[in-house]
């Protein structure tokens, strides 16, 4: 008697399936980060517990969770919006730097002292900026087939070294003391915030967003067919839709998005330009868009825990002394879990007893 | 002209990281996979190497043990892509994240210690050619082990059987099946090998170059490395080109800054990731197909046999 083992593909996807595959990605994310917390001495129980009751342990650690994942959902719904298309967009970190370098110089150069005129000229700023910004990439693609990967990414650097450039230089506050930043933005240039903690406006604006991709997208045909474009180029092709001015179109949408992060990041968050303000949620989008399986929907809830994580990981850092980079050390491993999960949802191993039939 | 051989020289020197990872790349995607995880497995092996020499106090020990963790770390990428089917791009991303963060993890004790790392060997007669010696023959042996890799790759994807399998691979996995040969052994070995292989390019960042570690300390050369690929029409010897050509920007960048020109640093800092774009368009606008270099016909696509 012999035992088979055979991979069969599902023909349909039991319900079940879909809710744990995702959970079980985080268990064992978290079970295999525990490993590396013990290499570093720290007791991974006491770590974790320290990270849930900081970001979602009560009223305040949410309100710093939902802080920290307001970036996370508007990047994250405008990474969606190009990985749907199979455009990978990976210069999200980019496009949120550009589009906070735009909304500063709206604010520097034509500064009007009214809060609703003044968001509009720097969403309008941020919108233009980011989205152009990522259209360059689009139109290298769309153009010449130019990999989109590598140029969003070379992009990402640049932008970088251009935030370093502006901060250090030209737009470095005086009475800063030499620190790399711009002078506090006005009172007319700042984001509203919402209740008594730093949560502000980004947190409308991503939620909306999020609601008009998912309906974009469930409802339209324009989504219908940039879906089409995603899964089968060969198909998208036949029926005549328009790839090339497509690629541009949805790569200026998903980085004025992504710049509109970046707005929020320092009309809304900081107030300011600085050297630290980080775009490394540019990278986490990525996995914000691919675990929440490219649903604008899901984005948002999934962006929520991510944002606890990171929450959860400056914890780890202040009070067990571990490296920042806990956090994201931690998403990998949520992606490579996610990844290898996905393959129980396409194919099912059958184990075949007996002789050869 | 003394300024101009130090720049060449330097050009070398800087351009051997991205030169090794350029040719692991290169072997993995010939097997028809694909791994964006480069930045990430150069930092695993820029930290593995650094570490290993300081505790050990050998730095080749180093370079052995970054070896081996990147084809480790490869091992997550190839199950991944090859045995799961998965998404190849989102696996490669996934890999330059955990790598990211693990070096920075483990990495925080090391930071801001030094080692005294690889040192200089003239190759004896060769360093004495006039000029040329000096740019390439008065290095470190790393740098002379790559030359010998660009000259073996080159033979083996040209002249072996086992080359010549390895393209079929990546080529038209169906029909190399067919033949007998089994797909994913070679596409696993390509994977763990020139994963390795990257993560060595890496080690000669902290292990030679700079002698210490830094966070984040490889700035985008595993990304430059990934476009350098495509840039080699996946030719060992035009890599070397490519890698060189970086290398001297980069030196040439640095010695303006030293020279302290007006130009604000972070301007000159950008003309590496410029240049690869730059580079990217003019090769994808005129890229000719090659039958023996070129895309691997398959490159990012899972394979499999449809049983039942």
Not at chain 1, 227 to 240: C, H, I, K, N, Q
Request: aromatic share 12%; charged share 10%; net charge positive.
């Amino acid at each position: 008697m012999s035992v088979r083992i055979r991979v069969e593909r599902r023909l349909t996807q039991p319900v079940w399936i879909e809710a744990f595959i995702p959970l079980f990605s985080i268990v064992m994310a978290l079970v295999t980060g525990s490993i590396f917390l013990a290499v570093l001495g720290a007791p991974p129980l006491q770590a974790y517990n320290a990270m849930f009751r900081a970001s979602m342990g009560d009223w305040l650690g949410i309100r710093d969770t939902l802080v920290k994942a307001i970036p996370l959902m508007t990047a994250g719904v405008g990474v969606t919006l190009a990985f749907k298309m199979s455009v990978w967009n990976i210069g999200a970190t980019g496009q949120i730097i550009i589009g906070a370098l735009a909304t500063t110089a709206a604010v520097r150069y034509v500064y009007v002292d009214n809060r609703f005129v003044m968001f509009w000229l720097m969403f309008l700023a941020a919108v233009l900026a980011g989205g152009g910004w990522a259209a360059m990439a689009g139109y290298l693609k769309a153009r010449w087939n130019v990999n989109e990967i590598i140029t969003t990414l070379m992009l990402n650097y640049i932008a970088l070294q251009l935030l370093y450039y502006f901060v250090y230089g030209p737009w470095r506050d005086p009475a800063s003391l030499g620190f790399p930043m711009t002078t506090p933005f006005p009172p007319a240039a700042r984001l509203p915030f919402l209740g008594t903690g730093r949560i502000h406006l980004g947190l409308i604006i991503a939620l909306v967003l999020g609601v008009i991709f998912w309906l974009v997208f469930r409802f339209t045909r324009w989504g219908y067919e940039i879906r089409v474009m995603g899964e089968s180029p060969r198909t998208a092709r036949f029926a005549g839709m328009d790839y090339v001015k497509n690629v541009v179109l949805v790569m200026f949408l998903s980085g004025a998005i992504a710049g509109i992060a970046g707005m929020g990041e320092v009309a809304g968050l900081t107030g300011r330009l600085q050297h630290g303000f980080t775009a490394e949620y540019g990278y986490t989008a990525i996995i914000v868009a691919w675990l929440a399986r490219l649903h604008p929907l899901t984005v948002i809830l999934v962006a929520f825990l991510i944002g606890a994580l990171h929450v959860g990981g400056e914890v780890l850092q202040i009070v067990m002394r571990l490296p920042l980079a806990s956090t994201q050390m931690l998403q990998g491993l949520i992606l490579f879990f996610i990844l290898g999960g996905e393959f129980f949802r396409r194919y099912r191993i059958r184990f075949h007893t007996g002789e050869k039939e | 002209m003394d300024v101009v051989i130090t720049i060449l020289a330097a050009a070398v020197r800087s351009g051997t990281p991205i030169l090794y990872a350029t040719l692991g790349e290169i072997i993995t995607e010939k097997s028809g996979i694909l791994n964006l995880g480069l930045e990430g497995l150069m930092l695993m092996g820029a930290l593995t190497g650094f570490s290993v020499s300081q505790l050990s106090g050998s730095p080749w020990l180093g370079i052995a043990c970054a070896f081996i963790v990147g084809a480790g770390i490869s091992l997550i990428h190839a199950f991944l892509s090859i045995t799961l089917r998965a998404n190849q791009v989102v696996s490669g991303l996934a890999l330059t994240i955990f790598g990211t963060g693990a070096s920075s993890f483990f990495g925080q004790r090391f930071v801001g210690t030094t080692i005294p790392g690889l040192g200089r060997v003239p190759v004896p007669g060769l360093s004495d050619i006039p000029i040329l010696g000096r740019v390439l023959f008065n290095h470190d042996l790393l740098v002379y082990i790559s030359y010998g890799l660009v000259a073996f790759l080159y033979w083996f994807l040209v002249s072996t059987r086992t080359g010549l399998n390895l393209r079929a691979v990546g080529d038209t996995p169906r029909a190399a099946d067919a033949m007998g040969l089994s797909v994913s052994r070679y596409r696993y070995i390509a994977v763990l090998v020139g994963g390795g292989i990257v993560a060595v390019g890496g080690a000669y960042l902290s292990v030679a170059y700079t002698r210490m570690w830094t966070e984040l300390m490889t700035a985008g050369r595993g990304w430059i490395a990934v476009a350098l690929v495509i840039f080699a029409i996946w030719h060992p010897a035009r890599a070397a080109m490519g890698a060189y050509l970086f290398g001297g920007v980069v030196a040439f960048q640095l010695r303006l800054q030293a020279a302290g020109t007006s130009i604000p640093v972070p301007l000159l800092m950008m003309l590496p990731y410029l240049l690869t774009i730059a580079v990217l368009v003019f090769i994808t606008i005129r890229q000719g197909k090659g039958i023996l270099f070129g895309a691997p016909g398959s490159l990012g696509q899972p394979y499999f046999r449809e049983e039942g």
